[in-house]
């Protein structure tokens, strides 16, 4: 596999001029957009967003009204998104129908050998007691399952 090497002129151009401006900013999403249209023509492009679910809901209408927009003009583009559940019917509203989900739900046994790792590196184990140990095991299991 191989990636672009090098950031597009376009792209390198749009944070210059950007960095001009008092204060300097990020370019804005309409320039985003653009440059990722133009970008994405030119060669197959994987887009990968993680934790959607994360972005306000104000912003995540204007992402994903983004990502319809280059996924239209550009075929050949592919995109990953990860979030929790509760944003899946929008992704699928936004993004016209295109695309598969695949719900990755956590395994108790995979949690907990988690935790007890991270319980291990405790710097402090002399505050906790096997009883707080299997409170916390449980509670925080139970409410990871309920995500």
């Known amino acids: 596999m191989r990636g672009l090497g090098e950031a597009p002129e376009e792209i390198a151009r749009a944070y210059e001029d950007q960095e001009q401006v008092i204060g300097g900013r990020a370019p804005q999403l309409a320039d985003i957009v653009k440059i990722l249209q133009n970008t994405v023509s030119m060669k197959r492009t994987f887009i990968c967003i993680d934790a959607l679910d994360e972005c ?63 319980l291990e590196e405790d710097t402090m184990p002399e505050a906790m007691d096997s009883s707080l140990e299997a409170d916390i095991l449980e509670k925080i299991c139970k409410d990871v399952s309920e995500m």
């Open 56 to 118: 306000m809901a104000k912003y995540r209408v204007k992402i994903l009204a983004s990502l319809d927009q280059i996924l239209r003009s550009s075929p050949g583009t592919r995109m990953f998104v990860t979030g929790r559940p509760h944003v899946e019917a929008e992704v699928g509203k936004r993004l016209s129908g295109r695309g598969t989900v695949i719900r990755i739900t956590p395994q108790r046994q995979d949690i907990l050998s988690y935790l007890h790792h991270r």
